[in-house]
């Protein structure tokens, strides 16, 4: 779908569930998203992503490294959540395994993606994360996109309680 230098961002396989349940149960990768997945709850998501591409022509691809093939996490475009302030707008997110950062692989193909978007003739893509989660927001950030304070949600599929609840908004307008 989308190569770089060193990644391709790709459909689903069934070969990809297995290390993205690994992902799922590191409580590191999931500090910021949420409680652990099953498989159940793995392969629900993926197939969540294979809808969106049927409908769109776009998802969170699954990242694979090109001298290897090892999967290492998923990143792409989505529609907005609805109940969201991003509902109706192109939404871009990423996840990787913990064996996978700090490499700049988040950057590299969340820059491709979003280098897709404009050719695409998107006008403008927006992201969500959690306040503590640094490391995203500061990508976001890296990435050129900026925070607006006042789109800042308790998002609607947590408890209004829940320490993840509270989700700020950061958007990119297309540069063309």
């Known amino acids: 779908m989308i190569e770089t230098v060193r990644l391709i961002l790709r459909e689903w396989r069934e070969s990809d569930v297995e290390p993205f349940a690994a992902m799922g149960c590191d409580a590191e990768v999931m500090a910021f998203i ?4 099953d498989e159940a709850g793995v392969r629900a998501a993926i197939e969540r992503q294979r809808g969106f591409q049927a409908a769109h022509g776009y998802c969170f691809w699954a990242i694979e490294r090109r001298v290897d093939g090892a999967f290492l996490g ?5 529609p907005g959540a609805t109940g969201t302030p991003i509902e109706g707008e192109v939404e871009i997110g990423w996840r990787l395994a913990r064996h ?27 992201a969500i994360t959690v306040p503590a989660n640094v490391r995203s927001w500061g990508l976001m950030e890296r ?27 950061y958007v990119i307008d297309n540069p063309g």
């Open 74 to 78: 998923f990143c792409g475009l989505k």
């Open 143 to 169: 990435l050129g996109m900026r925070r607006l304070a006042d789109r800042d949600f308790a998002h609607p599929a947590l408890a209004a309680d829940d320490p993840l609840s509270l989700h700020i908004v």
């Open 34 to 37: 949420g409680p652990p997945l």
């Open 100 to 126: 996978a950062w700090g490499q700049g692989y988040a950057r590299e193909v969340a820059a491709a993606c979003l280098a897709w978007g404009w050719a695409r003739g998107m006008r403008r893509i927006a």
